[in-house]
């Protein structure tokens, strides 16, 4: 039972351009999400999180935004460069969920950031 | 300061044997977590350590696999007898405190014959 699910297995983007990447959850327990990107052969490496509290929130490039009502999420990435490149991961996880404080990923979302 | 390790990076095993994966999380991180990823799919949560301690091992798939932290240190995750299935990527994960930022170790890549 997948509680968290990135329904876009890919995204290709220009260099410069907006980066979109979606998330959805279905526990409405979750109160923190975290978004981490990953290259190949390397483990996952934190990027942006947001908790349930805020509707948004910015890093740089890097900007999530929440809509518990939706349980969505979506990571922006302003402009992107070819570095970007990289399988992205949606997390979440709820104190008070039955998962405590493990991580649920999402399958992940491959971009690639074009020249 | 280092990063998460984990030993070995690749492991290819037959079908029965045994195989032990080991994690050094950041030193002062009491949590330390593992991870699965299996054939592309999301990263599954294993168990979770507080200290030597299992705080939650709900992911663990069967008895067959086996997580100790002795100490509060490393740890070790042995898989005995390793199932086909078993192959994916193993990674390791620990944080300072509960609901904080976890980081990850590059994982192992284990493959069962």
């Known amino acids: 039972d997948q509680q968290v699910k990135q329904n876009s297995p890919s995204l290709s983007v220009q260099e410069g351009r907006i980066s979109i990447l979606n998330c959805d959850y279905t526990n409405s327990m979750f109160d923190y999400f975290l978004w981490y990107k990953k290259y190949p052969a390397e483990g996952p490496t934190f990027l942006i999180s947001?908790?349930?509290?805020?509707d948004k929130n910015e890093d740089g490039r890097f900007t999530v935004f929440l809509n518990k009502s939706a349980k969505h999420l979506s990571l922006h990435i302003v402009p992107s460069q070819p570095g970007d490149s990289a399988v992205y991961f949606c997390?979440?996880?709820?104190?008070?969920?039955?998962?405590?404080?493990?991580?649920?990923f999402g399958k992940g979302t491959s971009l690639l950031v074009t020249p | 300061e280092a990063g998460v390790t984990q030993f070995p990076s690749h492991s290819v095993i037959e079908k029965g044997q045994t195989v032990t994966l080991r994690c050094d999380p950041i030193?002062?991180?009491?949590?330390l977590y593992w991870y699965r990823r299996v054939m592309g799919k999301e990263i599954k949560f294993l168990l979770h350590?507080?200290?030597?301690?299992?705080?939650?091992e709900s992911g663990m798939p069967n008895n067959r696999f086996l997580a100790e932290r002795t100490g509060g240190t490393y740890s070790t995750l042995k898989v005995q007898p390793a199932e086909l299935e078993d192959s994916g990527v193993y990674f390791c994960?620990?944080?300072?405190?509960?609901?904080?930022?976890?980081?990850f170790g590059p994982g192992t890549r284990l493959t069962v014959l």
């Open positions: 947001i908790s349930s509290i805020k």
């Open positions: 997390a979440a996880f709820g104190l008070n969920s039955n998962s405590g404080y493990a991580l649920n």
């Open positions: 350590f507080v200290k030597e301690s299992k705080q939650d």
């Open positions: 994960a620990s944080s300072q405190g509960l609901a904080a930022e976890e980081f």
């Open positions: 030193s002062g991180h009491d949590n």
